[in-house]
């Protein structure tokens, strides 16, 4: 039986996807990425189990909380991990406050390195 | 009738909202430590020490660095944070907390906060996570300036 952990990550900027698949790489994780809040819906409506979520809080001016509280609802415990370099609207504050709210276990703060992001991942999944 | 009391009780429970958030903060005293300065305090506590700069703890909550230079400089005459030269750049300054600052920290009026909150039935508790998160969502501008 694979011992593979599954990554759910939603982030609407290809660059910083692309940046977050690489750190992961060598963490052996199969990353499901997304950029949009429906999707990465219809992956935990169709029974799709992750380890992990790693959420941009901020997908342009949706905010990614529905997500936050379909993983909550979940009967199997998954950490959510946010990521937020803020939003015009919203400081990272209250960002940071309503993603505790909602359950996330870490808010990391755009732009942060590799080492944040993998210390934050083995943190969260050990 | 019955919209005008509902709206009399919306009114009044926003002024116990009010008073509650008042009455945690001892300001009582012109010294007393200012919101955003609790904010701040707060940062540095949980941030690791290269992200404890003027600008990153601006980004963070929502400001330019002259607000937050100012309360940086009122927390540190009165010895809660030290500034120091960066070692990898010496045209920054990192912001720690000192002893005195980890003790003031003890006392976060937030913290006191929650466990008044914490001592209400589970359901009122939830009931008040899921409101002021809404509240959040609804209402998210930024208020320390």
Known sequence: ?126 | MKQEVDDKRLIASVVLLERFVRDIYPTKHSSAIQPLQWSILRYLARTPADRCEVRWIAQFLGLTRAPVTRAIATLESRDLVKQQISDEDARTKTVTLTTLGVKTLAEDPIVLAAERIRILPKIDQEQFVRSVRSLALNYGSNSHE
């Open chain 1, 1 to 126: 039986m694979s011992n593979q952990k599954r990554i759910l990550l939603v982030e609407d900027d290809p660059d910083i996807r692309a940046m977050i698949t690489a750190f992961l790489a060598p963490t052996d994780c199969e990353v499901t990425e997304t950029d949009n809040v429906d999707v990465a819906m219809r992956e935990l409506a169709n029974g799709r189990s992750f380890d992990l979520a790693i959420l941009d809080f901020w997908l342009g001016n949706i905010h990614t909380v529905a997500i936050m509280d379909a993983i909550q609802s979940k009967v199997r415990e998954v950490p959510i991990i946010i990521i937020s370099g803020g939003n015009g609207s919203m400081d990272l504050e209250r960002t940071e406050a309503i993603s505790d709210v909602s359950g996330a276990v870490m808010f990391l703060q755009k732009p942060f390195r590799k080492a944040d992001l993998l210390a934050a991942v083995a943190s969260a999944i050990r």
